[in-house]
């Protein structure tokens, strides 16, 4: 069954952890549905990740349009999220269009980073009933690649939960809560009728998102990360075993190759000769 925003709003709801992974590609799309992931997110960090950009601010709509339109085709049931990249919202008609032209192609819902100011671009969007997810603390679009927790003073404190409350009362229906303390994310999830998802917020989230990359064990492990593959590993064995094999007539065998019968294969051999 589709999974929509009314079932996420329940799970917050029935205190059921909502799960949230980025995804870039059909194959991952594909097994992240099938495993019975809650929201499929296509994150900007598909820039960084995937297409080697130096920071999420490098990436443009068609760059997501592309990676959505692949996503997309690999999802049946999961919630479809996609990011605003950068300087894709920066007024409310802007954000209109793009956003329609992520729905158009397949998302459900469409998340933007930022704090008060956009307020209202989410009132927009929401007046066109557009599925909006807020993004606060660590904004990488706004703040770079390097994160720093947020929330660990008084003031930020009451900051982050006033601006919370702001995205939620302008019309957002999730809020990523991204390198912010623990005890700070879980009065903003115990203050918001919305489902939060932390990155690096802690355990008392409604829900929780990681990077497929960092799951899989790709490049760096992060603090606020978790491995459960040794990707990085077992594709430099495997890439290093296929040169190994090639280079020393070990592949490809019997089993991976065809045969013409031997009637033909000497009647084209009968042939040649006579070519010649
Ligand atoms: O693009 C991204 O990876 C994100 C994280 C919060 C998951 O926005």
């Given at each position: 069954m589709k ?11 029935k205190h ?12 991952t ?6 495993a019975g ?7 900007d ?6 297409l080697?950009y130096?920071s999420?601010m490098?990436v443009t709509?068609a ?14 049931n ?5 990011d605003m990249?950068?300087?894709a919202?920066r007024n ?8 329609n032209l992520f ?7 469409v998340?933007l ?10 009132t927009a969007l929401?007046e066109q009933g ?5 993004h ?5 679009q706004?703040?770079?690649?390097k994160?720093?927790?947020h929330g660990k003073?008084?003031s ?7 601006t919370?409350v ?8 999730l809020i ?6 623990e005890?700070?994310?879980q ?5 918001l009728?919305?489902p ?7 355990r008392?989230?409604d829900?929780?998102v ?5 799951v899989?064990?790709m490049?760096t492990?992060f603090?606020h990360a978790?491995?459960?593959q040794?990707?990085?590993?077992l594709?430099f064995e495997a890439?290093?075993?296929y040169i190994y094999?090639?280079?020393?007539g070990?592949?490809?065998?019997d089993?991976?190759v ?8 000497a009647?084209?051999?009968k042939?040649?000769?006579?070519e010649?």
């Open positions: 999974k929509n925003i009314g079932f996420l709003h329940s799970k917050k709801y059921e952890p909502i799960t949230v992974l980025t995804c870039y590609d059909y194959p799309a594909c097994m992240q549905d099938e992931i809650d929201i499929v997110f296509v994150g960090s598909v820039g960084t990740n995937i080697g130096k999420e490098e709509m760059d997501m349009l592309h990676h959505l339109k692949a996503v997309h085709r690999g999802v049946t999961a919630y479809l999220l996609i990249p950068y300087a919202d409310a008609k802007q954000a209109v269009a793009n956003a729905l158009d192609n397949g998302a459900d819902g998340k980073e930022g704090g008060t100011e956009k307020v209202p671009i989410v929401t557009i599925e909006v997810c807020a606060i603390g660590h904004n990488p706004i703040h770079g690649t994160a720093a927790t003073t008084v930020k404190a009451k900051e982050l939960v006033q919370a702001a995205l939620a009362g302008a019309g957002a229906k990523v809560l991204e390198k912010i303390t005890e700070v994310s009065i903003i999830t115990g203050t009728d919305i939060t998802i932390g990155i690096g917020a802690g008392y989230c829900g929780q990681l990077v497929i990359n960092d899989l064990g490049g492990l603090k978790k491995r459960y040794d990707y990085d590993h594709t890439i290093s075993q094999d090639v280079e020393n070990d592949f490809p065998r089993e991976n065809s045969h013409i019968a031997p009637d033909k294969l009647r084209v051999q042939w040649l000769e006579s010649r």
